[in-house]
């Protein structure tokens, strides 16, 4: 049970300053309060949820929040101003066991989305009243696999009537992975405008546009709000050799992929190297770490057994590299743009195959954007692309005692709400106007892509030191060095 606090004079947490006014009972978090960076504050707005995942609002302000196992819950705030948010009404909108990840709304929102393993399903959606039609009709099915269950849906706000979903591997066969047919480690793109009732479901092996494959597990999809552009986060794969040789604690790195765009003048089956790599190339995230791997460097494409038909060339050569690569076993989760595209946000959820990575991972961080172009501001070799937003006080007590965000969304004030499945919370964030952006940094330097390590502005710098921040947590001001845990990756 989610107790309560009451803190005269700040909301929940600030980072360098606290908030204006009194926000009355605070939610408690059932772990030790998260620190934020400098520039932002947060609130614990919400508990006692089942494993929440994706989240979205509706057109009348509620959030609807994919509970995995149980269904799809509502939630009406009372909006005090900045963090200061309370919970005054709450019901479960679906009650289907199935859900267990995926959630949009159509362009008009009357109609909501959600995903099961094995289909994408739709009801029609009040949005003022609250409910939604007692039976859902099945829009697209046939994707069930027993490892990768999480089928994430966006619907295209540039291309409307456009449903993409994103579907895993299958990591018990992974080489099905590198046929088209399969339909496993995709994106793909479904027309449903003016879809009856009456029609058959699309077949996803089958049906749609295939916006990219070879992609392992690709949960987090995002469109860019100005140019349109489909951007995924990339969940690599564990446990990797290489000629033989263990590199798993530091490769392959996860990726930030870039698929293109959805209007007419881009036919999304034009190019055949539509094809990300999976299951046999990776990228490099720490090429020292890489036998045989002379000329790899970070985002490069390596092949994981090199022969007379795979080789770190072909994989160069015949794959998509990533946009940008961030540190092995992260686990992004979800991708979100601010309304303006100069920044996107990403969730970490974390793995639990690295003790180290834990301790260093920011679990919600963020990336500069060219607005106009839509392009990440830090070049593809980059080290330091991501900055802090907020992470938890003690990341050696990951993943059993600690939140590990999931899903995000962005209210028409421009806050971020972010879930945290393994502690059944939902948090908002506010940049306060003060240092807005934490700078990210690598423990070994992380170099600008020349290799010069000098701070250039757009998240690369050469510090060895990773946070420090002034923060108040539940009132009391404490200073948090985690910096001194760090080591050499």
């Known amino acids: 049970m989610v107790k309560k606090a009451v803190l005269a004079g700040a909301c929940l947490y600030t980072a360098g300053a606290l908030a204006q006014g009194t926000c009355g009972d605070i939610l408690v978090p059932r772990n030790p309060a998260p620190v ?107 994707m069930s696999n027993n490892d990768l269950v999480t089928r994430t849906l ?62 392992r597990n690709s949960v987090g999809v995002a469109e860019h709000p100005r140019t349109g552009g489909i951007y995924a986060v990339e969940n690599s794969v564990d446990g990797v050799t290489r000629n033989g040789q263990d590199i798993r604690e530091n490769n392959p790195g996860e990726e ?105 991972l920011v679990p919600v961080a963020s990336i500069a954007f060219n607005a106009a172009t839509g392009e990440p501001v830090a070049s593809a070799d980059s080290r330091g692309a991501l900055r802090d937003i907020i992470t938890n006080v003690d990341n050696t007590q990951c993943p059993d005692k600690c939140f590990r965000p999931v899903g995000l969304a962005i209210d028409s004030k421009g806050r971020i709400w972010f879930s945290s499945d393994s502690t059944g919370e939902i948090y908002v964030l506010q940049r306060t106007g003060e240092n807005s952006e934490g700078k990210f940094v690598l423990p070994e330097g992380g170099q600008n892509g020349d290799g010069s390590g000098t701070n250039n502005g757009n998240g690369d710098s050469a510090a060895s030191t990773v946070f420090g921040w002034e923060t108040r947590v539940l009132g009391w001001t404490a200073l948090v060095g985690l910096g001194a845990w760090l080591m050499a990756v």
Not at 87 to 112: C, F, P, R
Request: with cysteine.
């Open 36 to 142: 934020v960076a400098n520039g932002w504050q947060a609130q614990l707005v919400a508990g006692g949820l089942t494993k929440p995942r994706s989240i979205q609002f509706d057109e009348a302000g509620a959030l609807l929040v994919v509970e995995s196992g149980k269904g799809i819950s509502r939630h009406r705030f009372t909006d005090n101003g900045g963090t200061c948010l309370h919970a005054n009404h709450s019901h479960m909108l679906v009650e289907l066991q199935g859900l267990n990840h995926g959630l949009a709304l159509s362009n008009e929102g009357d109609i909501l989305y959600a995903s099961t393993a094995e289909s994408v399903l739709a009801w029609s959606y009040n949005a003022r009243g609250g409910a939604v039609t007692l039976q859902p009709r099945t829009l697209v099915a046939n």
């Open 154 to 215: 966006l619907i295209s706000e540039k291309v409307q009537g456009k449903l993409i979903v994103s579907r895993g591997s299958a990591e018990a066969n992974r080489d099905r992975a590198a046929v088209l047919s399969s339909g496993l480690s995709q994106i793909r793109v479904f027309d449903i405008t003016n879809r009856s009732d009456s029609e058959s479901p699309y077949n996803f092996n089958t049906d749609g546009d295939v916006l990219g494959w070879g992609l």
């Open 256 to 360: 930030l992929n870039f698929f293109g765009y959805l209007d007419e003048t881009v036919n999304v089956n034009a190019s055949a190297n539509n094809n990300y790599g999976y299951p046999h190339c990776f990228a490099v995230w720490d090429p020292s770490e890489i036998p045989d791997g002379d000329g790899l460097g970070v985002g490069k494409q390596f092949a994981v057994e090199e022969n007379s038909s795979l080789t770190d060339e072909t994989c160069e050569s015949d794959y998509v590299a990533p946009r940008l690569t961030f540190p092995a076993h992260y686990a992004p989760i979800d991708l979100k743009f601010s309304t303006g595209g100069e920044t996107g946000y990403i969730t970490f959820r974390g793995s639990c195959r690295s003790f180290l990575h834990n301790i260093l």
